[in-house]
């Protein structure tokens, strides 16, 4: 590379990809620096490891944006494996490292969930100034009583979200003249002017009877509106042979988290936000905890999926050792661990087991920290892998959850089973994967391919 031919070639390559002319001396420059670290050795003897200890050590960088480190990440995979085409290049999983360098932005609910009520109300009211003091009292007061309920931050993020809009509805009047022609203003306005799907009227309606019933005080009786009848929706579920196939278009850690979720019917965020101390390779299992419903579970680690488990276990270790040494200030810990358990971010057990690529600045405190991998990084590695395994059907990261409890019921576990290892506290939430069973109903053979030919 320090011959201006092959610098040539590498600007050429970069116009090619359609890099903007103003980014190219910016990708150079780094090439610069990758070059600069490994100078007594030429591209093709650099090995896969020391590219990813760069990267690694580049994450450490508190002062690289995420799209700074991407961009890095790109001007490598451009020379390495586009250009070069060496050995090593081809070993390392560049979309991990792409992707997984999004930082969990200041308002995620991983970073949420401890929040003050303060700051929470100042997040959901963000600049509107026309909210009185009135209700903003009100809007701490109701967040308090979601706490002392044990709600989960995703539902309180949403009543306030809800709330916040009905105040805005209603002009802002005051508290206690709020009837239920108001509610039923707001909920048809939702419907006819927003055109609002039921189950999001139904979200909007909880929050505001909330509002009325639990934190004013309001009798319930003048509230008693019946919720929006939401259409019954088959889950869309995959076949073994189409989970193949999308399993087939996946690699390294995107694949290992993918077949986590089919394996075990974990939902998205469960599998993003593991921690190595849930992971129990003595009994096979893994420990989803404060799952929906603020409920833990058991669920099996597929056999075929352990080993890479455990190895990405090992390399979170050496991530993680690296990390303090670097001075890093351990990981994130929710409800106020940290408090209680002063030392405890810094262990072992407590770091993620699917971490960010890229170290980041914690938005409260100023710690720097390694937060989970950002959950769109694999919704999208999931979409990419759907486009080219050919498979025509709406497929989310979700559809692996639902394949999982039928696949089970096909083979023939109970239904109590599969109800325990899904998490749902009703059964009847679980029925609803007998109906796409391939058993009877379905079996039942066309009056068209009885007909004489």
Known sequence: MHKRSNWQKYIDLLEKKQVPERARRWYVRRIEKFLDTYSNKKLGEISASEIENYLQSLSRTEQLHDWQFKQAVDALQILLFDLSDTAASREVDWNYWREAAQSLPRNHSTLAVDFSVDQMVEESIGTNRAISTEHRDVLQQTIRLIRLRHYSIRTERSYIDWIVRFFKFTGYKPLASLNADNVESFLSHLAVDKKVAASTQNQALNAIVFLLTKV??????????????????????????????????????????????????????????????????????????????????????????????????????????????????????????????????KELIWQYVFPAAKLSVDPRSTAVRRHHLHETTLQRAIKTAVKQSAIRKKISSHTLRHSFATHLLESGYDIRTVQELLGHSDVNTTMIYTHVLNKPGLAVKSPADMLPT
């Open 216 to 345: 004013l005080e309001k009798p319930r009786e003048e509230f008693n509106f019946k919720h929006s009848k939401r259409p019954k929706r088959l889950p869309v579920v995959l076949s073994q042979a189409e989970v193949s196939r999308l399993l087939g278009h996946l690699s390294g850690i995107y694949l290992l988290m993918t077949g986590l979720m089919y394996g075990t019917g974990m939902r998205l965020m469960e599998c993003v936000r593991l921690r190595v101390k849930d992971a129990d390779f003595d009994y096979g299992q893994i420990i989803i905890r404060d799952a929906k419903g603020n409920k833990d579970r058991v669920v099996p680690i597929p056999e075929r999926y352990q080993p890479a488990l455990e190895q990405q276990i090992r390399s979170v270790a050496v991530q993680h050792k690296a990390d303090i040494e670097a001075g890093a200030n351990g990981v994130f810990l929710p409800n106020a661990l940290a408090r209680k358990y002063p030392g405890a971010g």
